[in-house]
């Protein structure tokens, strides 16, 4: 037959087709049969497999039980065992991707782990009696079976309420997840009506949730007019809601305190009903970490910013020398009387000298984040994030009794006490350098290191020296902020700064009132910096094109980094932030290049590859199959193609950004990540208090929800699904994961999940490994598995044995085995090798230069029988993948006159599919890097569905009858394959043996069982 294609449905679990024993019998050479006996799991992953690091934040990464601290060992997906005894790494466990979280269950059977980007829960059997002792025996996640996506994104704090109940704090979703330990399932959800919480704690019946950027009540100074209020300068209807007036031409804004706005900071339920008894507010402004002593007094080590210190730069003219170098308070906050009769207001430990006093150098206590009580409440003990120190407190009198250098970005801190309930020693993760270091507090007016135990860091060397450098307060000259005290993780802390900003200037036409000011700007994101020149909201800093910014909104500045040279357009960026923002005004001193500012041009030039290589995480809603929902591709088609050019033209493809929006200077903020990020416009605008009561806006009872917030600047329904789905260089299979057991082996969602994961590796967007146990009469035998597909998508793939040769299995096996008892293992779906920080992200967008605003965006389309788009892309290696509508199609991607991929001649290139999608209509592009990123989602229109072109399908009818959502032919028949080897079995009726489909036209078709049972037989 002509064009002839072919290719085998991968059946379930529980319905393997007989054909796959065929090929695997004559293939004995290859296969091995499993045996028990053999080499043990090592915790590694294997070399196949890539470590992208996504900065993810932690809470309580560091457990004791038993004489062991265990360690979320982040970059490398493991929990980390070492012994208290010779401080050795003793084993390793693999979980998901980027634990951040440890809870012991309380009876110490088991150790919890939260896996931040896999967006689940490993649950550790610490049972020294049982064979899965150290094992990894079930993954607790809340998968949506229609959609496919999670709704457990992005966990951090566990807590157990007892051993039948426990807490998950869901940072994105702004909830906390309520999970029977029994069933190790979802049972119900506290919501938060506050921004990412992450540290939780249990004591005396009661939850403590911290939301992680609780605000601080500042604003800009706009209200309702007419009214008498001294701090109101503009009107909040005429310059928010009347017109987008991103310059604040004519009028003045300064930055203020709210009192009305809620500041909702601890968050205290009832265990038992689960209800909430109080909310604390004036806690602090980003909320690290809470310890609670025995009579129930909480403590928080917390950052509160200053960003008002310097805020009345409308009115009085403040700059950057107001804030004295000083943008954050480094606090401890206690709180009384939460478990005797209602909390009492919010009290400060003050770690260093109010301004206008400094610390004293080397004294200062940076972003305190992981602290810890002594059972006898005599003691605290903490960690200073950016001051890589940790320091010890009374917590009686607050003061600070001693403090020690530890390593770099300690995050976690754990005790161990005598039998009397003192503090005797600490373990302190040090999270960035990925080390642990024990602490001797035998007198905690002198803590000493006595041990520093490595960690297996998969992490590259100069991407993590950047990222010490980036959340090193050093580098400011009071030395009590660092750059990530602004960008969090590389996120946001969602406040608004007066920085060193340009005041604008709208010459030569008039300047009105306040457009001289310098304007309060929202802190942007350092997540996908790459690729979206220049990198400020004012359209200056590393700027290689030049043209209108905030400064000169009518004329044209010469560009100040050259186009291609991304390092040193970054470097613009650090040497600005490092002379300005990080630098005392009034004494700044010059580096070795002669620059304003700390740090060496060699770390500088550290920190810019860094930001350069912070990805985005994955998509929060994209489904694990790969494929977009109907809204968000409705809301691609609305956002890019349907509407005016305002929308997509400023937020364009690739990376839904551009530079200097004509009449304002400004560029268009990514919408990337919209979901987390609460703060609309440049200043903030639209979240001015008033305007928010104008809108009827519930923020009294549900604060600044994102999806309220985008709604409110034009995002409906469907724009808002494109938000959460659209394609931020992940397959919707990276970082999935599952355990098969007993009690998984014969669940529908099992089966379903094991079929996109092995699909998606089989395909190359991920490398599915799992790690577990086989079981007998004689003991337990550890085994590390990876899934290949060898022979392409015609038979079924084998899960083969690290370190055994050639011993295989098959997915019936595992699972047969699972459900006998007889083995347990979890499967991890990892990036590629390809995916290192130094890999950026290909992209794909319509022909024009990258950052222009070039009018409607014109998609490619198909028609008249043509299987070719050209296209602007960047970053596209040889031997790049093509993927359409969430599947892997065949086809080629070149440079469409001179060059080679990837750089290629005008950055335009060809897209060669092998045969035309399906279905008329709209379709979505992404091309994958070898073993590595994804692009952008990229729209195309298909006039023409395929002509010419017959597809079999085979396997078993039964299989088929059974899965009603499959594209049918309309004929039935025998199967032979093609090398002529006919199967022995007969032709079948309607309901058995094989089937064999034509599909003519390969119209996607839907037959369900009536019409298969009563179909045509093919000759």
């Not at 998950?168 to 990412?196: C, E, K, Y």
């Not at 770390?603 to 929902?629: C, H, K, M, N, W």
């Not at 990514?670 to 928010?692: F, S």
């Not at 899934?787 to 690290?802: A, C, K, Q, S």
Request: charged share 20%; net charge negative; glycine share 10%.
């Amino acid at each position: 037959m002509p064009n002839r294609r072919r290719f085998a449905r991968r059946a379930s679990a529980r319905r393997r087709s007989p054909r796959a024993a065929i090929v695997w019998a004559a293939l004995a050479a290859f296969v091995v049969a499993p045996s028990l006996p053999g080499a043990g799991a090592s915790g590694a992953a294997s070399s196949d497999a890539g470590h992208a690091s996504l900065l993810s934040p932690h809470f309580h990464p560091l457990a004791l039980a038993g004489g062991y601290v265990y360690v979320a060992n982040t970059p490398a997906g493991t929990v980390d065992v070492i012994t208290t005894a010779t401080n050795q790494v003793v084993d390793r466990i693999r979980v998901g991707l980027e634990p951040v979280s440890l809870a012991v269950r309380p009876d110490g059977r088991e150790l919890w782990v939260a896996n931040h980007v896999s967006d689940t829960v490993s649950v550790i059997d610490l049972d020294a009696t049982r064979a899965t002792y150290r094992q990894v025996i079930a993954t607790v996640q809340d998968l949506d079976p229609t959609t496919k996506a999670t709704r457990f994104d992005e966990p951090v704090g566990i807590a157990f309420a007892s051993d039948a109940k426990a807490y998950v704090a869901l940072s994105s979703q702004d909830r906390i997840a309520i999970v029977d330990v029994a069933t190790r399932t979802v049972t119900g959800h506290l919501d938060i009506n506050a921004q990412d919480p992450r540290a939780i704690a249990v004591h005396g019946g009661h939850l403590y949730v911290l939301p992680f950027e609780s605000n601080n009540r500042t604003q800009l100074s706009g209200c309702l007019f007419p009214v008498l209020d001294p701090k109101c300068t503009f009107d909040v209807v005429a310059h928010v809601l009347e017109e987008n007036d991103v310059l604040s031409e004519g009028y003045v804004s300064d930055l203020i305190r709210e009192p009305a706005i809620p500041d909702r900071d601890l968050y205290v339920f009832d265990t038992g009903t689960d209800t909430l008894v109080e909310i604390v507010e004036t806690v602090g402004t980003l909320l690290y970490g809470i310890a609670v002593d025995s009579a129930g007094r909480v403590f928080v080590a917390q950052t509160d910013a200053r960003n008002d210190a310097n805020g009345l730069s409308g009115t009085q003219g403040h700059g950057l020398a107001e804030l004295e170098n000083r943008a954050f308070l480094n606090r401890v906050t206690v709180i009384d009387g939460c478990e005797s009769g209602g909390c009492g207001a919010p009290s400060f430990i003050e770690l260093e000298p109010l301004p206008p006093a400094d610390p004293a150098p080397g004294m200062a206590l940076a972003t305190p984040f992981g602290i810890a009580v002594s059972p006898d409440d005599a003691l605290l003990v903490a960690t200073a994030a950016g001051s890589h120190r940790l320091f010890t407190m009374d917590p009686a009198t607050g003061t600070v009794l001693g403090r020690v250098d530890v390593g770099a970005v300690p995050r976690g801190v754990a005790l161990e006490a005598d039998g009397a309930g003192a503090a005797t020693r600490a373990w302190v993760l040090n999270a960035v350098e990925d080390s642990v270091s024990r602490v001797d507090l035998s007198d905690p007016a002198a803590p000493a290191v006595t041990a520093t135990i490595p960690l297996d860091d998969p992490t590259d060397p100069v991407f993590r020296q950047g990222r010490i450098l980036f959340n090193d307060a050093g580098a400011s000259s009071t030395g009590t902020f660092s750059c990530a005290s602004c960008h969090p993780d590389g996120h946001t802390d969602q406040l608004l700064w007066v920085l060193d900003t340009p005041k604008c200037n709208l010459s030569p036409f008039p300047s009105g009132p306040g457009c001289d000011q310098i304007v309060a700007r929202s802190t942007m994101p350092i997540r996908g910096l790459r690729d979206t020149e220049p990198y400020h909201w004012d359209g200056i800093p590393g700027d290689p094109y030049g043209g209108n910014n905030v400064a000169n909104v009518w004329g044209s500045d010469p560009p100040n980094c050259e186009r291609g040279d991304a390092l040193g357009c970054a470097r613009v960026l650090v040497d600005g932030a490092l002379g300005s923002t990080m630098c005392d005004q009034t004494d700044c001193p010059v580096n070795d290049e002669g620059k304003s500012g700390f740090l060496t041009g060699a770390q500088r030039d550290a920190l810019a590859r860094f930001i350069l290589g912070v990805p985005y995480p994955p998509a929060r809603d994209r489904a694990y199959t790969d494929e977009l929902s109907a809204a968000a591709r409705d809301g691609f088609r609305a956002f890019h193609v349907d509407t005016d050019p305002d929308c997509g033209n400023c937020h364009r493809m690739p990376f839904w950004v551009s530079t200097g929006t004509v009449g304002t200077g400004m560029d268009a903020p990514t919408w990337r990540g919209a979901y987390d990020r609460w703060l609309i416009l440049p200043q903030g605008r639209l979240n001015v208090l008033d305007a928010q009561n104008v809108l009827e806006t519930d923020v009294e009872n549900n604060g600044f929800v994102e999806r309220t917030m985008w709604g409110i600047a034009g995002a409906t329904d469907e724009i808002w699904q494109m938000v959460e789905e659209g394609s931020t260089g992940w397959s919707g299979a990276f970082a999935r994961s599952l355990t098969l057991s007993e009690d998984t082996a014969g669940a529908a969602q099992t089966a379903d999940l094991l079929d996109a994961l092995e699909g998606a590796a089989g395909a190359g967007a991920v490398v599915l490994e799992a790690e577990g146990v086989f079981v007998d009469s004689t003991g337990a035998r550890p085994v590390e598995l990876q899934y290949r597909d060898p022979f392409g998508p015609l038979r079924e793939g084998l899960y083969v044995e690290r370190g055994a040769g050639l011993v295989s299995y098959t997915r019936d096996e595992l699972v047969s085995q699972a459900a006998a008892g007889s083995f347990v293992g979890t499967f991890i779906a990892w990036p590629g090798a390809g995916v290192a920080p130094g890999a950026p992200q290909p992209a794909l967008w319509t022909l024009s230069e990258i950052q222009a605003q070039a009018g409607q965006q014109i998609f490619p389309r198909l028609s008249g029988g043509a299987t070719t788009m050209t296209m602007s892309a960047r970053h596209v290696l040889p031997g790049a993948r093509l993927w359409v509508d969430g599947r892997r199609v065949p086809g080629t991607i070149s440079c469409e006159t001179g060059g080679t991929l990837p750089d290629c001649d005008g950055e335009t290139v060809v897209v060669r599919l092998a045969s035309l999608p399906a279905a008329t209509g709209l379709h979505f592009l992404r091309v994958q890097n070898p073993d590595g990123l994804f692009s952008n989602d990229m729209l195309f229109h298909s006039d023409d569905a395929p002509t010419n072109c017959v597809e079999a399908v085979f396997g078993l009818l039964s299989d088929l009858l059974a899965d009603a959502d499959f594209a049918r032919s309309t004929c039935l028949g025998r199967f032979e394959d093609s090398d002529s080897v006919p199967l022995a079995v007969p032709t079948p009726p309607a309901g058995h043996g094989y089937y064999h489909l034509y599909r003519d036209d390969c119209a996607a078709v839907t037959y369900g069982r009536p019409e298969l049972d009563a179909g045509p037989q093919c000759p």
